[in-house]
């Protein structure tokens, strides 16, 4: 699938950077021995593109990326596109549309809205439909190895072996599981928590040929084998035993951590025998004026709505970051009306000639990245030092130092101010 157009980042090779170190929430969010990262962020289901709960996720991977390229390391970094999926073909047959005329449209906004707010584009944009022979041989594997049985014509995974890395009680597991599309009160499964790899044929669905039938895949699977195909290689059923984990990071949402990247990351080991990631880091979610943003109470706010309306792309990439990204937040209009005030202080002051050396800021800007991309702190720091230069008769005027710091804040902040 076409990403979108690559972004120019301005060199920062003079700047000295400390490693970043991130609060994983299962594994080690700790990339100082690595020239190279393989990060995975788990894509849109394209019907509900792009609402501000998205581009949160998707601007915490953005800014984890910048800092590591900015480190001097190599980003691999691939993302996936649910295309197939039951909410997607529920929706299009509530609006009457074509399922794929509606994902083509909300993909085409998602490219236009990732472009708005300057988000590195993957090297790999992978929708599951293009996809499906692969998906078709790794259940195959996972059948030749013990991993799969038959409810009716349906192939389920198996999850028995890896219950133990369960993130939550299993109670609660069950409950969270039904409410992100699983079935488990299906008569028939061997653990309630099974996971389905290939749904059989359903009439008036979508279907692809495969050697377990006619049918569609599973979510999780679809995102264990676009993981392992784009960062591994096209011999990614044969990786080798021996390495410690076969990605280094897998991120998205807090709302993925289960059942979706519990059942992807065991569907991959499953299939290889070898951990899926070396850590998972998941973003908080969004809510709107107090209340939880979600379609049910149809309190979305879309970013092609509020650029439509005239807003400023980098105010709200700006909003975005005056939160940890860590944290579940609420998004309102006076937080957006915070992010532009300060970002035209920020703008005055970049605009001055007579600034002094700004390598004080930068590197406290950087210590605050590197605790655990701690930006609501490091745009306190940008903001505040805009507000309080003192005269140009108490410093030395370093020339150029507006442009400098400009060029900073557009390869690691991804603020073109
Ligand atoms: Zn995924």
Redesign the pocket.
């Known amino acids: 699938m076409k990403s979108w157009p690559a972004l120019y980042l301005p060199d920062t090779s003079d700047i000295d950077f400390p490693e970043l170190r991130l609060n994983a929430d299962r594994g080690i969010g700790d990339f100082s021995d690595l020239t190279n990262v393989r990060l995975?962020v788990?894509?849109i289901t394209p019907y509900d593109a792009t609402h501000l709960g998205h581009a949160a996720t998707y601007l915490t991977f953005d800014m984890i990326s910048r800092y590591l390229i900015a480190t001097g390391k190599e980003v691999s970094f691939v993302e996936?596109i649910?295309d197939i999926d039951d909410p997607l073909l529920e929706r299009a047959t509530r609006d009457g549309i074509d399922w794929e005329d509606l994902a083509g449209n909300q993909i085409d906004l998602f490219r236009a809205d990732m472009t708005a707010l300057h988000i590195i584009p993957p090297q790999s944009f992978i929708a599951v439909t293009e996809v499906m022979p692969l998906v078709e041989a790794a259940i195959s594997q996972l059948r030749d190895r013990g991993f799969t049985y038959l409810v009716d014509q349906d192939t389920y995974f198996d999850i028995s072996s890896f219950l133990g890395d369960l993130p939550i009680p299993y109670e609660q597991a069950l409950a969270i599981f039904a409410e992100r599309g699983g079935d488990p009160d299906r008569v028939g499964k061997r653990n309630q928590l099974d996971p389905i790899l290939w749904l059989s044929h359903r009439e008036g669905e979508p279907s692809w040929p495969s050697v377990h039938g006619m049918g569609r895949p599973g979510?999780?699977i679809?995102?264990s084998v676009i993981a392992l195909r784009y960062l591994l290689g096209e011999n990614f059923l044969t990786v080798s035993g021996s390495k410690s984990s076969l990605i280094d990071i897998q991120g998205?949402g807090s709302d993925?951590v289960f059942p979706?990247?519990f059942m992807?990351g065991a569907q991959a080991q499953a299939l290889t025998g070898v951990p899926l990631s070396r850590s998972y880091i998941h973003g908080g979610m969004v809510g709107l004026d107090g209340q939880k943003m979600s379609k049910s109470l149809g309190n979305l706010v879309f970013v092609s709505k509020l650029l439509q309306s005239g807003r400023d792309a980098m105010a709200i990439r700006y909003a975005l970051l005056l939160d940890h990204y860590a944290a579940d937040r609420m998004w309102s209009d006076e937080i957006l009306q915070t992010a532009e005030s300060q970002i035209a202080d920020i703008r005055s002051a970049l605009s001055r000639e007579d600034l002094p050396d700004v390598t004080g800021l930068i590197n406290s800007i950087n210590l605050d990245l590197a605790d655990d991309l701690n930006t609501p702190s490091a745009l306190a720091h940008l903001h505040q030092w805009s507000k309080e230069l003192p005269s140009p008769d108490q410093y030395v005027i370093s020339p150029g130092a507006g442009g400098r710091l400009a060029r900073y804040l557009d390869a690691v902040l991804g603020l073109a101010l």
Request: proline share 0%.
């Open positions: 995975y788990c894509g996936n649910t979510w999780h679809e995102c998205g993925l979706h990247h992807s």
